[in-house]
């Protein structure tokens, strides 16, 4: 079946450090991929995403990029904030016989120190 | 809008007792998806209900079910519950057309212990 295989952490960086937090997938056909992010005590909220191979995602100056040769979506931030510690989620949906179906990476938390 | 809502946030059963979790989804979302999250285990897919119709199930015993109503709101139960049931059990909405392409809402999830 559909997989999410993602690095679990923890990580620990400085603030202003670079952020790279890998992801790669197995699926059959064509997934969408999602990077999701759950701060202490809330549920998921997406990050970005990303429909079609080399589609880029971005927000709140998080990337990542559809790599379909690779089956990778890597997620990047340049420059990371204390307000970036969070659990972020790799996830994939693919079509199911008639319906969604997602399948989440394990997690991989993140602590940003000042 | 409002987000994704569910009731209660938390609760405390006893071994063999049954619970009851809530979720009214997105306005004009008709798709509701209903994950459990333990530190062990990870997220996982409990079931999808679209339309009022159970659309997609993981691969959870009997013991979890759930049900859709006409207003799109969800319930999920769960019967005899074990220990190991304790952990958030989080409700993401879409408006489940576009099926595997669309962005998951989640709501703030419902923390059971059981005891």
């Known amino acids: 079946g559909d997989s999410v295989t993602q690095m679990e952490g923890p990580v620990t960086l400085s603030e202003e450090a670079c952020l790279t937090i890998?992801?790669?997938?197995?699926?059959?056909?064509?997934?969408?991929l999602f990077w999701y992010v759950q701060y202490p005590g809330e549920g998921l909220q997406l990050l970005l995403k990303?429909?079609?191979?080399?589609d880029k995602g971005s927000n709140k100056g998080f990337e990542a990029t559809y790599r379909k040769e690779t089956t990778s979506f890597h997620l990047e931030k340049g420059s990371v904030q204390v307000s970036d510690s969070a659990v972020y989620f790799c996830?994939?949906?693919?079509?199911?016989?008639?319906?969604?179906?997602?399948?989440f990476g394990p997690g991989t938390r993140l602590s940003v120190l000042p | 809008k409002a987000g994704v809502t569910q009731t209660p946030r938390y609760l405390i059963k006893t071994r063999g007792q049954q619970v009851t979790l809530s979720c009214s989804p997105i306005?004009?979302?008709?798709?509701v998806s209903w994950y459990q999250q333990t530190p062990g285990q990870g997220l996982q897919f409990l079931f999808e209900?679209?339309?009022?119709?159970?659309?997609n199930k993981g691969n959870f015993p009997g013991r979890f079910s759930g049900r859709q109503f006409s207003n799109s709101r969800s319930e999920m139960n769960v019967s005899t519950l074990e220990l190991g049931d304790s952990a958030l059990y989080l409700c993401?909405?879409?408006?489940?057309?576009?099926?595997?392409?669309?962005?998951?809402?989640f709501g703030p999830g419902t923390r059971l212990l059981v005891l």
């Open positions: 306005s004009g979302h008709r798709s």
């Open positions: 990303a429909t079609k191979a080399d």
């Open positions: 890998n992801c790669t997938y197995t699926a059959t056909g064509y997934p969408s």
């Open positions: 209900y679209f339309s009022e119709t159970q659309r």
């Open positions: 993401a909405s879409t408006y489940g057309l576009a099926p595997y392409q669309e962005t998951q809402y």
């Open positions: 996830a994939l949906s693919s079509d199911g016989n008639y319906g969604q179906n997602f399948v």
